[in-house]
T-cell receptor
Framework: QKEVEQNSGPLSVPEGAIASLNCTYSDRGSQSFFWYRQYSGKSPELIMSIYSNGDQEDGRFTAQLNKASQYVSLLIRDSQPSDSATYLCAVRGGSQGNLIFGKGTKLSVKP | NAGVTQTPKFRILKIGQSMTLQCTQDMNHNYMYWYRQDPGMGLKLIYYSVGAGITDKGEVPNGYNVSRSTTEDFPLRLELAAPSQTSVYFC??????????FGPGTRLTVT
């Protein structure tokens, strides 16, 4: 059974700080990793994809992948109150593209 | 494009009733997915389809059925609803190796 683990939080950071969210996965053969943001009562929205070791940056967001440690992280720089949401880590689980999700980390950015 | 649409947005069912959750996408995506999300949990895959006429079970298929007669539509059928099926249901679609797009969700309560 492939699993994705996340700390459920809540993670609270002050406005302007760096928020760091972490995720581990069980299947060493996994190749594709995703971070989704989910506002309360809304559907998940893809914010980052990462496929190779190292960092992938997009604006204030940086995804980091370490396949040897089976670890994925998401850094949010200059956190804003609008970043307050649940962040879901997902790993592609099979050849048909279905995703295996962690339970999500709830982030709260305090003004 | 409307993207992925789901109906209804909310529904309350009595135990033993049946219903169909509708999902339609207008992006000509070949892959479509049904997930459920219980409170404080990640999304779990119920069924998926790789194209019209082809469906397969995901992680939690019991109590559900699907069909895919057209590229656009992927309805999810609940037979004999049970309280354990109280959840938020998300439909998603994608083309080949690209990202999944999620619909707005259907919030279902079974009492």
């Amino acid at each position: 059974q492939k699993e994705v683990e996340q700390n459920s939080g809540p993670l609270s950071v002050p406005e302007g700080a760096i928020a760091s969210l972490n995720c581990t996965y069980s299947d060493r053969g996994s190749q594709s990793f995703f971070w989704y943001r989910q506002y309360s009562g809304k559907s998940p929205e893809l914010i980052m994809s990462i496929y190779s070791n190292g960092d992938q940056e997009d604006g204030r967001f940086t995804a980091q992948l370490n396949k040897a440690s089976q670890y994925v992280s998401l850094l949010i720089r200059d956190s804003q109150p609008s970043d307050s949401a649940t962040y879901l880590c997902a790993v592609r689980g099979g050849s048909q593209g279905n995703l295996i999700f962690g339970k999500g980390t709830k982030l709260s950015v305090k003004p | 494009n409307a993207g992925v649409t789901q109906t209804p947005k909310f529904r309350i069912l009595k135990i033993g009733q049946s219903m169909t959750l509708q999902c339609t996408q207008d992006m000509n995506h070949n892959y479509m997915y049904w997930y459920r999300q219980d409170p404080g949990m990640g999304l779990k895959l119920i069924y998926y389809s790789v194209g019209a006429g082809i469906t397969d079970k995901g992680e939690v298929p019991n109590g559900y059925n699907v069909s895919r007669s057209t590229t656009e539509d992927f309805p999810l059928r609940l037979e004999l609803a049970a309280p354990s099926q109280t959840s938020v249901y998300f439909c998603a679609s994608k083309r080949d190796s690209y990202e999944q797009y999620f619909g707005p969700g259907t919030r279902l309560t079974v009492t």
